[in-house]
């Protein structure tokens, strides 16, 4: 089975910089996902991490220490419309199922 | 990119009827399609794997004859919520796996938009 945490709610200011932090306990690894999703809309794509170390895709970059169960999303430079739940995902380590975290609700402030 | 539909985007329906949602895949052909609910403010529940020309797998707890579903072609898998009930009301999502052609860089899922689902 998988185990994924990951904060509730975060609120942050216009133009700073936000952290969601996650982590799991899984029997089986096979990469971790973060998505984002408006309320009412489905999740989008946002970064995957398999091996240690930063991804960066523009404004956010995803980070992954496998001995430490442990990821954050950073989001940079914020902007009202970064105002959504983020998702942590992991897959297993045989087929495709992802298991989702809870949830990050990150609300941009002006 | 990956394009998911799903039909109808919102239904309401009276207790003790069958609902069927669509999941089409537009632009591609996925072997491999799951099914989630997502009650509000809280993350997705996979529900259910659909595997194009072979029985669904159907995570622990959920009820298969209740919820059926039908991947009968490489593009379309159907979700058919069975003697609906108030209970059964939720937001239900489907995703399509897209293989490293799917140009992401890697094997992961591509989302429809959601069917909100209320059972008066």
């Known amino acids: 089975g998988q185990n994924i945490d990951q904060p509730t709610e975060m609120t942050a200011t216009e133009g700073a910089i936000v952290q969601i932090n996650c982590t799991y306990q899984?029997?089986?690894?096979?990469?971790l996902f973060w998505y984002q999703q408006h309320a009412g809309e489905a999740p989008t794509f946002l970064s995957y991490?398999?091996?240690?170390g930063l991804e960066e895709k523009g404004r956010f970059s995803s980070f992954l220490s496998r001995s430490k169960g442990y990821s954050y999303l950073l989001l940079k430079e914020l902007q009202m419309k970064d105002s959504a739940s983020y998702l942590c995902a992991v897959r297993e380590a045989a087929g495709n199922k992802l298991t989702f975290g809870g949830g990050t609700r990150v609300l941009v402030k002006p | 990119g990956a394009v998911v539909s799903q039909h109808p985007s919102r239904v309401i329906c009276k207790s003790g009827t069958s609902v069927k949602i669509e999941c089409r895949s537009l632009?591609?052909?996925?072997?491999?399609m799951f099914w989630y609910r997502q009650f509000p403010k809280q993350s997705l529940m996979l529900m259910a794997t659909?595997?194009?020309?072979?029985?669904?797998?159907?995570e622990q707890g959920v009820e298969k004859d209740k919820f059926l579903i039908n991947h009968a072609s490489l593009t379309l898998s159907t979700l058919t919520v069975t003697s609906a009930h108030p209970e059964d009301s939720s937001f239900y999502i489907c995703s399509a796996r897209v293989g490293l052609a799917g140009g992401q860089g890697t094997d992961t899922q591509y989302f429809g938009p959601g069917t909100r689902l209320t059972v008066l």
């Open positions: 899984t029997s089986g690894f096979n990469g």
């Open positions: 659909s595997n194009e020309g072979s029985k669904a797998t159907y």
């Open positions: 632009d591609f052909q996925a072997t491999t």
């Open positions: 991490n398999v091996l240690d």
